[in-house]
């Protein structure tokens, strides 16, 4: 593996939650602790692994990407701005009224969304559909989606778990940013999402447990799962909810609260330095 | 073709088949009533576009979704009840808000599920509907503006809900019949009174309007075949020219299409409405006709209804 390559995507990583921190900032509201735990996640995937045109948003055979986790769109945001799929100034005006951006990904707003989300626990089932779509004109696009781990309490992400190794879509890929923590405290006191691994390996799918920040072992998963033909995979990555930001980091009263001036110029700074 | 007494479930998977042989885009989903919905034409026909999700209605909805994405046509069906409630927020989120072209054809509206009782009987999935941005809502009445409507829908851009029965009833057109999007059809003309109903009602305006033809009074009767967009143009036109509307749909006269009768004329020409629908409760067990004659989805109220109103 590449040192090189390895570096600008952890760069890249870094550099995508200062763009994530400044535009939630600036919006005045939105999620930052899912947004900072994806980070390395998107970069790997927009800066390297995902087959896109940014000049052809409607490529028909490019991958798709959906982020289940909608709300954790100022991160996918930012690399599809530096990917330039529109202007970066753009970044500045996310969530304001008349935005290309809204809080939600709206895929007739943004270029590069492949599909509108922000309702937890259907972004799986959209894969599902694109996956099949997939197969059918014989393309060799796959499919990635993003979901949180407090989204797999929803129901209707076991359906698609379901639809996904019955028809056999071994072009789809689930990525879990299991950062353990939802609005109301972790996982294991909401409700338990655990034995994840078996839950998965018993719907039939090819499990993969990581570091999720670890940028070669992303590298290594997304590989794997696309060698993996037979059946869908799923990559579970262990984050940090507000990674990188020391008042962030496991704290779950950052999952959906803005930053004050003050906490905006601590966090761009423990970032810079993080990223230098 | 026949006439007299088809079924328009059946019109439906015979149109999806014929889709099929000219369109590769139409890709038919179906959660395990096939047999029932008559999707199974279409399976039988193209396996290799028909996929069966199981009893899960929310994640076909949202795998419509996906495949719509791709420039697939996805045909999704379901009983009225399970589409319009259990997966609308799906259908709202993921369909209609990026407005992609899913058709959710569903059949077993209103109370024509009678033997199942209240769990399989829809009686609020069209006022559900009808409230969701970018979806065009329509009601056939017989087997060939079924077969009309499904060919239709498959050529303009954007989620529709169509809505069907499960009875057998008599037809009203024939294969010459041109569905429009959006077009009522005046079936009869009158000057005393409107009649506007929708769905498998309209067989019952028609005899209703036999019974009141023979005691001297002349109803205009029309079929509304789209609730959204509504065709304002008739609807002004009966409510200036007749002296008044009775509206008969299979449905909660909460919200439904009575209602949408209603709410534009009190904006635009304020005019007498009486509406003919199930009066907020829910439905039961038994019969069809005896279902309808309890609740009042008969020729006998629409007669009464319309005496009323020209009292």
Known sequence: MEQSLIKELEDG???????????????????????????????????????????KPDWENRDRFILSKGHSCPTLYAALAIRGFFPIEELNRLRKFGSILQGHPDMQRTPGID??????????????????????????????????????????????????????????????????????????????????????????????????????????????????????????????KGRGVSFMENNVEWHGKPLTQEEMKQALAELRERRY | MVTNNMSSRVAYGLALSQLGEYNPKVIVLDADLAKATYTIKFAEKYPDRFFDFGIAEQNMVSAAAGLATMEFIPFVSTFAIFASMRAVEQFRNMVAYPELNVKLVVTHGGTENSGDGATHQSIEDIAIMRTIPNVKVIVPSDYFSTYKAVLAIADIQGPVYLRLGRSESQTIYNENFNFKVGKSVELFSGEDVTIIAIGSMVEKAVFAR????????????????????????????????????????????????????????????????????????????????ELRENFGLSVSNIVGKVKELLK
């Open chain 1, 13 to 55: 990583a870094w550099q995508l939650r200062e763009r994530a921190i400044e535009m939630i900032y600036k919006a005045g509201s939105g999620h930052p602790g899912g947004s900072l735990s994806e980070a390395e996640i998107i970069s790997v995937l927009y800066f390297h692994h995902l087959n896109l045109d940014p000049s």
């Open chain 1, 115 to 240: 599909i509108s989300t922000g309702s937890l626990g259907q972004g799986l089932s959209a894969g599902v559909g694109m996956a099949l779509g997939a197969c059918l004109l014989g393309s060799e696009s796959r499919i990635y989606v993003l979901l949180g781990c407090g989204e797999l309490q929803e129901g209707q992400v076991w359906e698609a778990a379901m639809a996904a190794s019955h028809y056999c879509l071994g072009n789809l890929v689930a990525i879990i940013d299991y950062n353990r923590l939802q609005i109301d405290g972790t996982n294991d006191m909401v409700m338990k999402i655990e034995p994840l691994v078996k839950k998965w390996e018993a719907f039939g799918w090819y499990v993969q447990v990581i570091d999720g920040h670890s940028v070669p072992e992303i590298l290594i998963s997304l590989d794997k799962a696309s060698q993996h033909r037979d059946c869908p995979s799923v990559i579970i990555a262990k984050t940090i």
């Open chain 2, 210 to 289: 036999e019974i009141l033809e023979s005691q001297g009074i002349h109803a205009r009767i029309i079929d509304l075949l789209t609730i959204k967009p509504l065709d304002e143009e008739a609807i002004l036109r009966a409510a200036i020219e007749t002296r008044g509307i009775v509206t008969v749909e299979d449905h909660n006269v909460y919200g439904g299409m009575g209602s949408v009768i209603a709410e534009f004329l009190a904006e635009k020409y304020p005019t007498r409405v009486l509406r003919v629908g199930i009066n907020d409760h829910f439905g039961c067990s038994g019969d069809l006709e």
